[in-house]
């Protein structure tokens, strides 16, 4: 697979989930354990462009795909904008949603979506993001902005 640009090639057990490979073997972080369950996203991840819960995902699933963890939205300029509205506007509180927040936010920007959608449509793309803090209100301002610059 190629995680954040660079080839990687590691041998993993069947049962190995995603988010465990990248964060014990490839010590990327960024991507955390939540629910285990698929349903809050702080796992998220890009597969090939499609936001992804890494948690559910067996590596040996993502053999041979593209994946893009939030420590990689980096080397894509055209997200620095989308993560410096995330700063401005308050898109954070204690952190631990931000990156599955980010990553799937980046998805739109990066799949040309963004731009198209509502509101509405956007709230309802980032319906698997859960945020027990409540920053909805500056993460919805953050990816309107995003929308606005272009």
Known sequence: MTVN?????????????LLGVLRDQL???????????????????LVDGAP???CLTFAAQVDGAE???????????????????????????????TSGQLVTAASLVLSGE??????EDIRERMLGNL??????Y???RAIAKAR???
Do not use: M, W
Not at 131 to 136: L, S
């Open 114 to 119: 963004l731009f198209g959608l509502s509101d």
């Open 5 to 17: 640009g660079k080839p990687r090639s590691l041998l993993v057990d069947g049962a190995a989930r």
């Open 67 to 97: 994946v893009v963890t939030v420590e990689g939205l980096a080397a894509h300029s055209e997200l620095h904008a989308l993560q410096e509205d995330f700063l401005a506007e308050g898109g954070f509180q204690c952190g631990y949603c």
């Open 131 to 136: 945020c027990r803090c409540g920053a909805y």
């Open 138 to 140: 500056g993460i919805d």
């Open 27 to 45: 010590g990327l972080t960024g991507a955390k354990a939540g629910c285990a369950v698929g349903v809050c996203g702080a796992c998220t991840v």
């Open 148 to 150: 606005e610059a272009g």
């Open 52 to 54: 992804t819960s890494s």
